[in-house]
């Protein structure tokens, strides 16, 4: 807005005056609303222009273009908000010069490292325009030195009840909008007595509300978030519940509480699995707070909230859904659970589209979120491509599939992780074999079973927390496995004790016992120690070859083919680092055989325990061994 453009005031507090009437409960009629009611009119004269520019001189400051333009309408305004019963005209409005005090409380809150923005918000109360003349301990000011290209000036609005900071409104057009926006969300719920709220602007919001949902499940996901935003901020029914949807699914968890269809039975199957997994993330097993989550929650749901509850922390919550999108889930669950996350996400995908929502307003679904196998699968982009796919019954233009999150290589290994505390792996690669042979192949015993699948650091948790004995010289490895490309398994270890290259024992002919089997040790970055890397590969049970490059010497052994020849990648000690990748690349090259990122990394595998990585103590060697009771 400009002052050549300035905005039509009078049909917006005409319309916000009769909405005011309209819904004006018997118990607020005193002398003046009743006045103002049969008035249909919430504001005062209109303000001449002499009188603007006598309260102008007066405050040394020409007013903002929206304020003025205002102040031609209606000289000061009732009711502006919930909060806000008297807002200033031209006789009221005055510099607030700290009279409440609080630029000194808010200067008690900065620090040294305070910047300009935060202490701009503190003296705001020293040079600030007052506008609130009667109010519920709500200050309402205009920035003198907050100003846009357009020459408004910034309005703020602060309680100590309701937030530490003030709110920010960028004019004081954006302002009486927002406060307009704040009267309807607080009356858009009448209690008992009150009349009901309908009025032009709810039917018009509701009408977008339902048309949001049509566009969402046609794809138009960004289009509806924008109408359903709009809605709920002045709490139309179904906004709020409809856009967390789309919120959750771009990996948004904060202030999502699908309010008005998560306590729906048609709805629960799919939304309150979020929801408790997200408390049971933050809990710390006080589930006192839960019914506080689910706003609304019958009996029946919060015994089905507590059960589920339970799932989620012992790890057994499984999501299912009917029909083909429903086999689709099992599939997807049977690529994830071996590592391939690209391939699961893919299966979903195809399969969107034949997806039958439980009732209308479920837009998407969502509850496999929460499962624990699945639920990695999501990430803000993953999320775009499923809000952009149609689906429930509705048609529209496919995206185009989001970039898979595996790179065919085993070249990531070399790339610092968040974090940066992946220094040291090693992993064995078994050619013609599943997953679930490899606790045969690498493990003690027959009786080795594979973990149910989690994360490698839950994994570690559990193992440590169950284990009794401590060796010195034992180095079982706990190792996730799963898919490594066409034709081969995989066990992944990303955090292994230290190299001993005196008593290592390479587990790769017992791994490839009637196959072949490769194993790859790198701590070419490891913060600790010399850096090393060790490869070795056995056919039928025997070591065909092997490399050791550790004390910045390289100890060989076989026939090893060219583009794996140590030679060509060490030199220099100080430059051993840069090897690893070009190793991992050859390595990668020689097999065609690769390590899913993302499982390992976000998801969640199959775990088990190998046999030690280290012969026994020798003779006159000594060790330590702690048994815990």
Excluded at 17 to 44: I, K, V
Excluded at 253 to 268: E, N, Q, S
Excluded at 528 to 552: C, I, K, M, N, W
Aim: charged letters at 30%.
């Amino acid at each position: 807005m400009t002052e050549n453009s300035p905005f039509d005031w009078r049909p917006f507090l005409l319309e916000w005056s009769g909405e005011w009437a309209d819904s004006l409960p018997d118990s607020a009629r005193d002398e003046e609303n009743e006045a103002a009611r049969q008035a249909r009119w919430l504001g005062f004269p209109p303000a001449s222009e002499e009188r603007i520019t006598a309260m102008e001189k007066r405050l040394g400051r020409r007013m903002p273009p929206s304020y003025r333009e205002f102040l031609k309408v209606s000289d000061g305004w009732r009711h502006a908000g919930g909060f806000v019963s008297l807002l200033a005209g031209t006789a009221d409005a005055r510099w607030h010069d700290d009279e409440s005090g609080l630029a000194v409380m808010f200067e008690e809150y900065l620090d040294e490292d305070a910047g300009p923005e935060e202490r701009r918000e503190a003296d705001l109360w020293r040079r600030g325009l007052q506008l609130d003349v009667e109010s519920d301990v709500t200050y309402v000011l205009m920035d003198p030195e907050d100003v846009d290209e357009d020459g408004e000036w910034a309005v703020y609005t602060w309680a100590s009840w309701r937030a530490e900071s003030p709110e920010r409104h960028a004019s004081f057009l954006a302002f009486m909008r927002d406060m307009h926006r704040e009267f309807h969300s607080l009356r858009a719920q009448p209690r008992d007595g009150e009349p009901e709220f309908v009025n032009d602007t709810t039917r018009k919001l509701d009408a977008a509300v339902e048309e949001a949902r049509l566009e969402a499940l046609r794809g138009g996901w960004e289009r509806a978030g924008k109408a359903l935003d709009e809605a709920k901020g002045y709490n139309r029914p179904r906004a709020a519940g409809l856009g967390d949807q789309i919120r959750r699914l771009l990996g948004q968890t904060y202030m999502v509480y699908f309010d008005g269809l998560v306590t729906d039975p048609r709805y629960a199957p799919e939304l309150l699995p979020l929801l408790v997994a997200e408390y049971a993330a933050h809990s710390y097993r006080d589930d006192s707070t839960l019914k506080f989550h689910l706003r609304g929650a019958d009996e029946d749901l919060m015994s089905l909230a507590y059960a589920t509850l339970e799932r989620m922390r012992g790890g057994t919550y499984r999501y299912t859904a009917a029909g083909p999108f429903g086999e689709a889930v099992e599939r997807a669950r049977e690529l994830t659970r071996w590592g391939d996350t690209d391939g699961g996400w893919r299966t979903l995908m195809d399969a969107l589209p034949s997806w039958e929502p439980l009732g209308p307003d479920l837009l998407a679904p969502l509850g496999w979120v929460a499962d624990p196998l699945l639920g990695p699968l999501l990430t803000p982009e993953r999320g775009r491509e499923l809000l952009s796919t149609p689906r429930g019954g509705r048609t529209g233009e496919a995206p185009g599939p989001a970039a898979g999150l595996d790179p065919d290589c085993l070249a990531w290994l070399a790339e610092p992780d968040r974090g940066n505390n992946r220094t040291s792996y090693r992993f064995v690669l078994v050619e013609g074999v599943e997953p679930e042979e490899l606790p045969a192949r690498l493990a003690d015993g027959d009786g080795t079973v594979l973990n149910e699948p989690m994360t490698l650091r839950d994994a570690r948790s559990r193992l440590l927390h169950n284990r009794r004995e401590f060796s010195s010289y034992d180095d079982r490895a706990l190792m996730a496995v799963g898919r490594a490309g066409t034709g081969w398994s995989f066990a992944f270890d990303g955090d292994p004790a230290s190299f001993d290259r005196r008593r290592f024992v390479s587990p790769a002919p017992a791994a490839g016992a009637g196959t072949r089997a490769v194993v790859v040790w790198s701590g070419l970055r490891a913060w600790h120690g010399e850096p090393f890397f060790h490869l070795s590969v056995a056919r039928d049970g025997v070591e065909q070859y092997a490399f050791t490059y550790a004390d910045g010497e390289v100890r060989r052994s076989g026939d090893i083919p060219r583009a794996l020849d140590p030679g060509r990648f060490f030199g220099a000690p100080e430059d051993a680092a840069e090897a690893e990748r070009p190793l991992l690349e050859a390595v990668a090259g020689e097999f065609g055989a690769h390590l899913p990122r993302h499982a390992i990394v976000n998801g969640r595998l199959h775990t088990f325990t190998t046999r030690s990585w280290t012969r026994p103590p020798g003779d006159g060697e000594t060790y330590v061994v702690i048994r815990m009771k």
